[in-house]
């Protein structure tokens, strides 16, 4: 088939979710009320609350919460086949995600702009905040254990990449001085670092730069080598100001993001390539299933909590008209499928033949620890179908996402080190409080720790549970958007509507989310690894908490309406 | 019924629409933060507002520049906006620079100062970039470009 239908199916389904479904949910379901006044209208301030013109809010709302992860879900879960991949990204998007981020703008709005770590405390119980702070510990976690993990590969598999991933740091740094202290207006700034970024390209092509040497030295193989290395940098990064590297690569980032899904979908119009890749892969008996192990494989892409942070944190504060909810939330939702749909398009029909593709996805190991470079792979071929080199399209992809994978990493240990604060502050453990040094350097050591744990199926070898890793973190990922859909499930129930719109998705989530979390425990327990174990089982706890948490918020709900 | 564009927020009965927007960055991570991450900004559970005191205090600059204007100029839409959102900004200073009949050569000029870690556009005009003069002087720019013929 070709790889184009996939895209005129997928987004026809997400414009008939928006024509109906959301339209549903925003008469039937939020009951938006276009008299309301928003909190951006009663507290305007021109500072935190702005009533803001919603085609401006979309732009912000789309690029805070697009990034690597919707890549990476879907070039793994691809290993069961295009259908099963597709299917959830639109399922998940329309009836998942669409309602969950649209769900949390409005709640949110409804309650003064509170988020929605806030609006759990209130509107479940006051546990349900630190349930809240215990999910996002071991979210940020697995995030950066993954991401530090996802870079490694990368720059193993392509040292033709690290000069031009690297030259991001001194762009992003002259950006930052540019901007923040000389005031210096940014656009001619950022299109001379775009230019310089992809001149790197081809010299990175010419001078790749492999870490063998030092691998040998300290007696490690190659990956785990970039995966320390990384892991210092962030280390460094994470205690820079902001404005020096996180917030003037965000100006990178951006126009990177959009460059990357046009060039993709040129590509696959221009090339007409058609899809490889079998509509279902038969895996072997006994390997990783679909069912339940797709819905967790793909989260950012068909749903993601982590967007519920962003929806409830700035947007909801700047809706002019409750009714704008609908168009950022849900087209928001939307925006993050198209680039899940890239990502799918670039494994299935990138990668040359059938028998290609099933070398590359051969079991689930294979699958996850190539998954980054078989995106690359098809990307580069997209790019090859617009004139421009294989091998230089996929250095662009690798650039793409490693810029991605690095902003969040940073971020990531960052968060982690406040919440270890907090978390020191709360157990009383006062001699970590303060200790910026010493509370980094255990936000780096702890998924350190994780992303070299040994294991990975098949993995040729490389001896890492990426898998693994990525499945914990799209359970934790999964459980996030559950407390959302909980927050929204029972604040649609209070206003005598009917909720099914969320408790459909938020049981379907908490049932996958809790089956794949026993199947793991099994697999650990069978595996001795002891780590991951701990992780899977301190997730599980976490799940029977929101369960418990959520059906004692809807049926306390349900008896006083 | 939602609002279809920036246009109908505009007055509608004819007389000269002017549109101000005021540049500002927000308080806290913008790409790549909703997978996974969501760094600074006030009023949040997770952290790092203290990270983004810099860009807290330009958007309480502009917020008193955003309270004068619409207290002085009921009749002016006044939208605010990041300059990361360069998908919007960008189109936005060049359509309201046409349509004040710039020259192309004046146009491209606000195109290049427009994004800025703060900035005051009016009618796709680039009245300051960079750095913010007092509030007073804001308004008064202001004031004496919408009463020039």
Redesign the interface.
């Known amino acids: 088939m070709p790889a184009f239908y996939l895209i005129v199916i997928t987004l026809g389904a997400f414009y008939l979710g928006y024509r109906f479904y959301s339209k549903y949910l925003a008469e039937r379901v939020y009951a938006l009320d276009?008299n309301f006044k928003t909190p951006a209208n009663e507290l305007?301030?021109?500072?935190?609350f702005?009533p803001?013109?919603?085609?401006?809010l979309l732009?912000?709302h789309f690029?805070?919460?697009?990034?690597?992860?919707?890549i990476v879900g879907p070039a793994i879960a691809v290993y069961w086949g295009w259908l099963p991949a597709i299917a959830w990204v639109i399922l998940g998007t329309v009836f998942g995600a669409g309602v969950h981020d649209f769900g949390a703008i409005v709640t949110s709005a409804r309650n003064r702009?509170q988020?929605i770590?806030?609006l759990s405390g209130k509107v479940i119980s006051a546990r349900a905040?630190t349930l809240?702070?215990l999910i996002?510990f071991f979210?940020?976690t697995l995030?950066n254990a993954v991401f530090g993990v996802v870079m490694a590969i990368l720059f193993e598999a392509h040292p033709g990449s690290v000069i031009p991933a690297v030259i991001v740091i001194p762009i992003a740094m002259c950006i930052g001085q540019w901007?923040?202290r000389?005031?210096?207006?940014?656009?001619?700034p950022?299109i001379i670092g775009l230019v310089l970024l992809y001149a790197a390209i081809p010299l990175g092509q010419a001078y790749p730069i492999h870490v063998d040497g030092l691998a040998e030295m300290l007696g490690l193989s190659v990956r785990t080598t970039w995966v320390i290395l990384i892991f210092a940098y962030t280390w460094v990064a994470s205690r820079l100001?902001?404005?020096l590297l996180?917030?003037p690569?965000?100006?990178i980032?951006?126009?990177q993001?959009?460059v990357a899904l046009v060039v993709i979908f040129a590509g696959v119009v221009v090339g007409w390539d058609t899809i490889t890749a079998p509509a279902v892969n038969e895996v072997a008996e006994g390997t990783k299933h679909w069912f339940p192990y797709l819905f967790i494989t793909i989260a950012?892409g068909a749903i993601?909590g982590?967007?519920s942070?962003?929806a409830s944190?700035?947007t909801s504060k700047q809706i002019?008209?409750e009714?704008?909810a609908?168009?950022i939330g849900y087209g928001g939702a939307m925006g993050?499928g198209a680039l899940a749909l890239a990502a799918i398009l670039a494994c299935t029909a990138g990668l040359g033949s059938a028998a290609d593709w099933q070398t590359a996805y051969a079991n689930f190991g294979a699958a996850s620890g190539g998954a980054l470079g078989n995106f690359v792979t098809g990307v580069g071929h997209f790019l090859s179908n617009l004139g421009i080199e294989a091998s230089l399209g996929a250095s662009f992809a690798v650039v793409v996402v490693v810029t991605?994978a690095g902003?969040?990493m940073d971020?990531?240990v960052?968060?982690q080190r406040?919440?270890l604060e907090?978390i020191a502050e709360l157990a009383g453990f006062k001699a970590l409080v303060g200790k910026t040094s010493l509370l980094t350097t255990l936000a780096v050591l702890i998924p350190l720790a994780l992303a070299l744990v040994p294991g990975g199926e098949g993995d040729g070898g490389k001896g890492f549970a990426f898998g693994q890793l990525w499945t914990l973190f799209g359970t934790t990922?999964q459980l996030t958007a559950g407390l959302a859909l909980s927050v929204i499930a029972v604040w649609v129930l209070a206003r005598d509507r009917n909720p099914l719109a969320a408790i459909v998705p938020l049981t379907f989530l908490l049932v996958m989310t809790s089956w794949a979390l026993v199947l793991n425990l099994l697999d650990f327990l069978a595996q001795g690894s002891w780590m991951l174990l701990i992780m899977d089982a301190g997730i599980f706890v976490l799940t029977a908490w929101l369960i418990l948490e959520a059906a004692t918020a809807l049926n306390r709900q349900r008896r006083s309406a | 019924m939602a609002k279809a564009s920036w246009r109908d927020y505009l007055p509608q009965d004819g007389r000269a629409a002017h549109r101000l927007i005021l540049v500002r960055e927000q308080d806290a991570q913008h790409s790549g933060s909703g997978c996974c991450g969501r760094l600074g900004e006030a009023h949040t559970d997770l952290g790092g507002a203290a990270d983004y005191r810099h860009s807290r205090r330009l958007m309480e600059d502009v917020g008193v520049i955003y309270r004068e204007a619409r207290a002085a100029f009921p009749q002016l839409v006044v939208e605010v906006v990041d300059p990361r959102n360069t998908v919007w900004l960008y189109p936005a200073v060049w359509q309201d620079a046409r349509a004040a009949n710039r020259s192309a050569r004046a146009c491209f000029a606000s195109l290049r100062k427009a994004g800025a870690a703060v900035a005051v556009i009016l009618d796709g005009e680039v009245l300051f970039s960079g750095r913010l003069p007092g509030t007073q002087r804001v308004i008064e720019t202001i004031r004496a470009r919408l009463a020039a013929p």
């Open positions: 276009p305007a301030d021109g500072v935190d702005v803001t013109n919603k085609h401006i732009g912000h690029t805070a919460v697009a990034g690597a992860a919707p702009g988020n770590g806030t905040s809240f702070l996002i979210l940020l995030v901007v923040y000389m005031r210096g207006a940014v656009l001619i950022s100001p902001v404005w996180l917030q690569r965000d100006y980032n951006g126009q993001l959009l950012c993601s982590f967007h942070l962003v944190g700035t002019a008209n009714t704008d609908r168009y993050e991605f902003t969040t971020t990531g960052r968060l406040y919440i907090e990922n």
